[in-house]
Nanobody, 115 residues
Framework: QVQLVESGGGLVQAGGSLRLSCAAS????????MAWYRQAPGRQRELVAR???????NYADFAKGRFTISRDNAKNTVYLQMNSLKPEDTAVYSC?????????WGQGTQVTVSS
């Protein structure tokens, strides 16, 4: 069973930055897409960014120009660099990994942006 361990969330002032990490608990030989989602209180979960096995990326409109997704296949890790954070970015951020054994979700990490 693969577990995804996230880190990097926290409290930051508006305009600040955070870098989220999501690492698999064991080696996964074939990882396809890796993605970050978020869910704010009272709202549905939404895609933030996705990166394919070939490292093609796509972003939600709110993330374009501010967030960058990247991956390190040797470490089975996906990152989300978030800059110019806004209070409306406050949410629980979860990673999602599509691999040869199935699809796994991280437990989520809280990001809170104060105004």
């Amino acid at each position: 069973q693969v577990q995804l361990v996230e880190s990097g969330g926290g409290l930051v002032q508006a305009g600040g930055s955070l870098r989220l990490s999501c690492a698999a608990s064991r080696i996964i030989f074939t990882i396809n897409n890796m993605a970050w989602y978020r869910q704010a209180p009272g709202r549905q979960r939404e895609l933030v960014a996705r990166i394919t096995r070939g490292e093609r990326t796509n972003y939600a409109d709110f993330a374009k120009g501010r967030f960058t997704i990247s991956r390190d296949n040797a470490k089975n890790t996906v990152y989300l660099q978030m800059n110019s954070l806004k209070p409306e970015d406050t949410a629980v951020y979860s990673c999602n990994v599509d691999h040869s054994g199935g699809i796994n979700w991280g437990q989520g990490t809280q990001v809170t942006v104060s105004s």
